[in-house]
């Protein structure tokens, strides 16, 4: 069963980057997002830092943070979830 | 063969950081002061708290005219000689931030006056106009590495007979403008710099700064006796994971110059280009005493090259440098000096910056 925070993390990704032909389910739960298969770089990580900050209320303190939470969508699921109010999280 | 033309000479050089002059901020150094405090990044209540080392009692933001100003025509009732912008004494302004915090102003005020000084040329221009400078000022400005391109353009004018003076003056006044950016990467954070330490977590502090340096074919007691620039066209904001870009540009340097020098290295903080910069600094000289100031200082951006220059030959001057401030062990590389040295036996110091774009610049400095 597919967890509702990746998927909405997947397409948060795609609108923020403007990752053209790119579905969600491109998106691979555990492949390292930056220098990955998607391409991303670090202004990639910029803007997404930025969006998720916005959208989960999250406060990400440094680039060493940010590199650890942007590691995979994994990684990044669960740094959303340890951080962001629940009230803040797509229901289960 | 060809022969290598004769190090051009420094006639004069001074500075202006959060500290005061070249000398005040020499001293603050080697006592192991830093001008860094802790301040809202954009200048409001409850923003993040940034480590900025401002000059005292300037408004952080933007007035019309600019609150920097005063210092700078200070720093600039400094420079020997007159006549400077025209033909026989150019000028080469450097800088990166100019008064690019003026957009930030006339976005929040509307006052279209902010504009005239919102884009390196205009805001040169106001400076240029305020000093009493004629038209021969060139801009250059190229990230952090932009004070290095207005020596090496500066003697080159003077190699090539083109002028008989020039003056290359370098400004930075941290703006929200500039801050944020830096806060957005996250490299600017909560923690305070701690250049070359090996510590779980970067961050780099921000620093007003401004200086000068009159140079000469045939007159002063120090000389630059090699500069050098290389880009490794990689990245934007990233080095290449072999560090290749940094031992390109120190592979430039006419080392041989000089026997024993010192090194006052960019070390603004970051964990990756530290690790890369102490290694490639290793490789090149090696067991020669690495130093950085940021801690302290700051990072003065496009003008750390400069404002450092001028530092390093106050420090040569007085015989002592001061070690890396903000730091302590373990450094990246042994070689980090955190306490001030006696340079009694050194002939030189070797000052490099590196910048985003992948651009990487060094000079050699040293007695005449």
Known sequence: ???????????????????????PAD????????????????????????????????????????????ASVNALADYIRAHADSSRLPAA | MSVPPPPIRVAACGALTA?????????????????????PVQGRPGDDLVPLALIPARPYDETLPPGWLPALQT???????????TPRRPVFVTGSNFGVG???????HGDPAHLDLGTPYECVAHVARTLGWGPDVTVISHACVSAHLGLLQATRTLHAGLADEALVFSFDFISAFVAGGFHALKILNADFPAPYQNRPVGSIGLGDGAAFAVLTRDRGDFALA???????????TANRADGSGFAACLADLPAAAVRRVWLKGHGTGTLEAGRLETAALDQAFPDAPLVSWKGALGHTLGSCGLVELAIALAAIRRGRAPGTIGATAPGFTPAVAFDAFDLAGFDGVVCTSNAFGGAHAAFIACHA
């Open chain 1, 1 to 23: 069963m597919s967890d509702p925070l990746k998927n909405q993390l997947k397409t948060l990704m795609i609108d923020t980057l403007r990752l053209e032909d790119v579905t």
């Open chain 1, 27 to 70: 998106i691979v739960d555990d492949e390292p997002l930056i220098g990955g298969g998607l391409s991303l770089d670090s202004i990639d990580a910029l803007e997404l830092v930025v969006r998720l900050e916005k959208e989960f209320g999250i406060k990400i303190g440094s680039s060493e943070e940010s590199r650890t939470a942007l």
């Open chain 2, 19 to 39: 500290f005061g002059d070249e000398t005040v901020t020499l001293d603050a150094l080697l006592a192991g002061r830093t001008a860094l405090a802790a301040r």
């Open chain 2, 75 to 85: 720093l600039a009732a400094r420079i020997p000689g007159e006549g400077w912008g």
């Open chain 2, 102 to 108: 003026h957009l930030l102003a006339f976005r929040r």
């Open chain 2, 226 to 236: 090699g500069q050098s620039l290389h880009n490794e066209m990689h990245h934007f």
